[in-house]
């Protein structure tokens, strides 16, 4: 019913802008976007660190009720991030503000 409401199209570029939005904010950090033909639907994310364990992310995220897609293979280094659904841009900057404290409290 929404998406007869607000059209197709609202939401095409809604999710499109969340993408964006949340590709901006993780440049910064020693992560990369594997891939140049990239979704709007979700953002996979490899981590440039040696000895990382994305279980322990995902464990981490978990506490802060905040839930990502481990992806296996690719060494334990792969995450999946959606950009679907009732998804905000705070809940991007929450998300990434995680990471980063994550990623500091794992290299002390």
């Known amino acids: 019913?929404?998406?007869?409401?607000?059209?197709?199209?609202?939401?095409?570029?809604?999710?499109?802008?969340?993408?964006?939005?949340?590709?901006?904010?993780?440049?910064?950090?020693?992560?990369?976007?594997?891939?140049?033909?990239?979704?709007?639907?979700?953002?996979i994310l490899k981590f440039n660190i040696k000895s990382i364990n994305i279980k322990n992310l995902f464990r981490y995220l978990q506490t802060k009720n905040i839930y990502i897609s481990p992806i296996s293979g690719e060494g334990g280094k792969v995450i999946n991030?959606?950009?679907?659904?009732d998804i905000t841009f705070k809940d991007n900057i929450i998300l990434v503000k995680e990471i980063k404290k994550w990623l500091k409290i794992r290299n002390k």
């Open 81 to 85: 991030i959606g950009h679907m659904g």
């Open 1 to 43: 019913n929404l998406i007869t409401q607000k059209g197709l199209s609202y939401y095409q570029n809604k999710i499109a802008k969340q993408a964006l939005h949340f590709r901006k904010l993780i440049s910064k950090l020693p992560i990369k976007i594997p891939t140049k033909n990239l979704s709007n639907c979700g953002t």
